[in-house]
C-alpha cells in the first residue's frame, strides 16, 4: 500500500456545503486525524481508524499524520471550514520542512468553505470588495502585530473578517480591538457578528460600531467588518463593487 | 409557484469542488442566469432556460435575475469561485437597494471554493495567517485606491491574494504592482503565479519577487504574494501559524 496524506476542509458544518472531492478521499481514507469536535463529523466504519487530539497539540497531531503516511496509510487530516484558513495545512508543513524524509510524500490539500465566506453569504455580500482576513488570537504572535495589521487594514479602508475574536482564555482583547476601530472608523460602520454559520445554532446579527459590544463575539463567531462603503440592502449586507 | 433567487458559487472549475447544496438548487431551478463561461458548466434539461449573457453587463444581469424571481420563477445566478468575492453577489444587492419590490425576495447566496483558496490548497498554504484579498482591475475604482491598499498590505506584512491581475484590456497595471512591491518588499519574497487552478489547464508557478515578470500572470491568473515569514517546506510553500 503506497501511503499519502490529504489535508482537507470540512467547511463550517452544514453537511450540504462538504466538497465532493473531500466526501470522496474521506471514502478511501484508513486513518482520520483532527481536533475532536471535527473528528466527530466522521462517520465511523470499518477499517477506518479515528484519532481525534485536543486543542493546541497542531504540532503533534501533524507528525503523528506524517508518520502514518509515510507508514503506508490513506491519511486524512481534517479541519473545519478550509485547511488553509487558520487551520491544519501550515502546521502539517511547518512539521514537514525540517524532515527531508517527509518531502517525497503524496501529499495534497483539499480546499473548503471558510467561515468568512459562509458568514458573509449569510449576511449578504459584506466582502465583495477588496477585504483582509486577521486572527486575533494571541497565542502564537504578539498583540503588537494584531494591532499593526489591524491599523494597515483600516488604512486601506479594507473589509476585515476576524477569526477566533474571543474565548475564555482570551476575554480581553476583541474589546482592545472595538476599541482601535472606535478611534479610528466612523460610529455608522457595519459589524455583523456570524456564530455558528451553517449549523442549527446559527445566528446573525449586524450592528453599528457604535453598538458593537465585545460579548456579542465567542469562540463560534466570525466577525465581519465592512469597509467604509458597506450599506445595507433591504434586510442585506453587501459591499459595493466599485470605489467612486 | 413563488419565485427564488439563489446566488451560487460554482467553485473554481473542478466539479469535485462544487457543494452539495448549490448542486441542490440547480436540480430545483427554473432558470440560470450568468457569465457566459459560467453557464457553459450547468447541463441542459427539459424545464431549464439558460441565460448566458457577456462580461461587463453585471447589472443588467442581476436586474434580469431578480425579475425573473419577483415573477415567480426559481432563478439561480452563476458566478465561479464563490459569489461574495469580486463576482455577482454584491452587483445583485446593488441593483436590490434601490428597489424596495426587491427587498422581500426570498433571495440567499450560496458560497463556494473561491480561486485563491483553491490556489492556495494546490501550492501548499501560503494564505495560512493573516493575508489580504485585493481585486487588481481598475474597471471600477481609482487606480491610486489599489496602490493605497497596496501599500497598506505591504506595512502590515499581511500575504495577499490579487484577483484580475492582467488582461489584455489593461496590460500595464500588474507591472506598476510589481514595482511597488520591489520598492517596498525585500526580493526574495515568494510569489506564486495560479493559473486555471482545478481545471486541465492548471498551471502554477512560484518564483521570488525579484524573478517575477507582468507577463506571468493573465486573466486566468491568481498571484498569492508571501508574507516576510512565507517559506519553502519541500516542493511546498506555507506561511507558519506563529509570529515570533
Not at 28 to 48: K, S
Not at 121 to 135: E, V
Not at 160 to 186: H, W
Not at 201 to 212: G, K, M, P
Request: glycine share 8%.
Amino acid at each position: 500500500m503506497t501511503g499519502w496524506l490529504r489535508i482537507v476542509g470540512l467547511g463550517p458544518g452544514a453537511e450540504g456545503m462538504v466538497t465532493p472531492e473531500v466526501t470522496g478521499v474521506l471514502a478511501q481514507a484508513t486513518d482520520v486525524v483532527g481536533y475532536i469536535p471535527y473528528v466527530a463529523r466522521i462517520a465511523p466504519r470499518n477499517g477506518l481508524t479515528l484519532y481525534p487530539s485536543d486543542n493546541r497539540v497542531e504540532a503533534d497531531r501533524a507528525l503523528h499524520a506524517l508518520t502514518l503516511a509515510a507508514a503506508g496509510r490513506r491519511v486524512v487530516v481534517v479541519s473545519s471550514g478550509d485547511p488553509g484558513v487558520f487551520a491544519m495545512a501550515s502546521a502539517v508543513f511547518e512539521v514537514v520542512e525540517p524532515h527531508p524524509a517527509f518531502h517525497a510524500l503524496d501529499i495534497a490539500v483539499l480546499p473548503g468553505i471558510t467561515a468568512m465566506l459562509a458568514a458573509a453569504a449569510a449576511a449578504g455580500a459584506p466582502l465583495g470588495h477588496d477585504f483582509c482576513t486577521i486572527n486575533l488570537s494571541d497565542n502564537l504572535k504578539p498583540w503588537a502585530t494584531i494591532e499593526r495589521r489591524l491599523l494597515a487594514a483600516v488604512a486601506g479602508d479594507f473589509a476585515m473578517a476576524f477569526y477566533n475574536p474571543r474565548s475564555r482564555a482570551r476575554p480581553e482583547g476583541f474589546g482592545r480591538v472595538l476599541d482601535l476601530l472606535t478611534r479610528t472608523c466612523e460610529p455608522g460602520r457595519l459589524i455583523t457578528f456570524a456564530r455558528a454559520v451553517s449549523t442549527p445554532d446559527q445566528s446573525l446579527r449586524t450592528v453599528t460600531l457604535a453598538e458593537a459590544r465585545p460579548e456579542m463575539a465567542d469562540m463560534r463567531t466570525v466577525v465581519l467588518i465592512g469597509s467604509s462603503a458597506t450599506r445595507r440592502a433591504g434586510p442585506w449586507i453587501y459591499t459595493p463593487r466599485g470605489v467612486a
